[in-house]
Each structure stands twice: as C-alpha cells, then as structure tokens.
C-alpha cells in the first residue's frame, strides 16, 4: 500500500471512529435503541403487567380508528363535496315566535 493511501486510510479511520463516537454518546441514539429494544421484549414476552402506562395509553382505545384516519375520511367527503355531518333537515310546522 502506497504512504499516500495509508495517510488517507488513517484518516478516514479517525473520523469514522469520531462520527460512532459521537454518536453513541449521543442520548437519542439511546433512546431509540430503547424503544426498538422495548418493543421487541413486548412482541416476544408480552407485555409486563407492572409496568406502567406509557404516554397516551390510558386514552387509547384499541380496536377504533385514529385521528388520521378521520382526518383522511374528512378530505375525501370535502374532495367530494359531502359533508360529514349534514345540517339538520328543517323543522316543520308553524314558525316558533
């Protein structure tokens, strides 16, 4: 291997080993580790009954559809020109005073 070559590879190492570095310090690197390594735990084992109630688990129903779902079922009936909720028809009979 050429000097030249060598010195760029020693370099390139150098700066690889600070970017990992950098990034394993890093607490949202940490973070993320931790919630892929969570997740897997709760598909393999189930979930721990002692553990608490994680961010917006105690509104959340299961089974019902979310927001974005209404939020895209919304565009669709304005795209349409439907409106979710129609008015009410009118009342009939004599005009209240």
Not at 32 to 37: F, M, P
Not at 74 to 81: H, V
Request: no cysteine; hydrophobic share 30%.
């Amino acid at each position: 291997m050429s000097p030249y070559l060598r010195v760029l590879w020693q370099v390139w190492l150098r700066f690889e080993d600070q970017v990992v570095h950098q990034i394993l310090r890093s607490p949202a690197f940490h973070r993320g580790v931790r919630k892929v390594h969570r997740k897997v735990e709760d598909i393999r084992y189930g979930r721990d009954p002692l553990d608490p109630l994680r961010p917006g688990e105690a509104t959340a129903e299961p089974g019902k559809p979310g927001f974005l779902k209404h939020f895209i079922d919304e565009l669709k009936n304005q795209a349409k020109g439907t409106p979710t909720n129609p008015p009410p028809p009118p009342r009939s009979g004599p005009p209240m005073p």
